[in-house]
């Protein structure tokens, strides 16, 4: 649902604002190459998690790694991450997305009514 809204609130912005929000996106948001290659070199000791701004349990990652009993757990969360680093990258950049549409069409002076719980 909230993909919708997202799709209709870039429906009131011009072809010129949308190419700004597309570059935009592309240099505030996240990579996803880059992500899987810290996935796959540094992964054990939490890069990926620490570009992801997933500071704590990046740190916790890399704790672990330290000790040998870690290492064994590390590596099952290394493997998990994989198939989570792509929604990780995909939701982060749709947030930054979302933040810099509404940023636009306020200064449009278009202000979306308030969303329904």
């Given amino acids: 649902m909230a993909v919708d809204s997202l799709v209709m609130r870039k429906n009131q912005l011009d072809a010129r604002e949308l190419i700004l929000l597309e570059q935009e996106v592309r240099s505030?948001?996240?990579n996803m190459l880059i992500a899987y290659v810290l996935?796959?070199?540094?992964?054990?000791?939490?890069?990926?998690?620490f570009y992801m701004g997933k500071t704590g349990s990046a740190i916790a990652?890399?704790?672990?790694?330290?000790?040998?009993?870690?290492?064994?757990?590390?590596?099952i969360w290394w493997i998990v991450d994989a198939f989570l680093v792509h929604a990780w990258v995909r939701d982060y950049n749709r947030n930054v997305e979302s933040r810099l549409v509404d940023n636009l069409l306020a200064n449009k002076g278009?202000?979306?009514p308030a969303p329904t719980i």
């Fill in 28 to 30: 505030l948001g996240k």
């Fill in 39 to 49: 996935w796959y070199f540094l992964g054990i000791f939490g890069g990926h998690r």
């Fill in 61 to 75: 990652q890399l704790v672990l790694t330290i000790t040998v009993i870690g290492v064994i757990v590390t590596a």
């Fill in 110 to 112: 278009y202000y979306p």
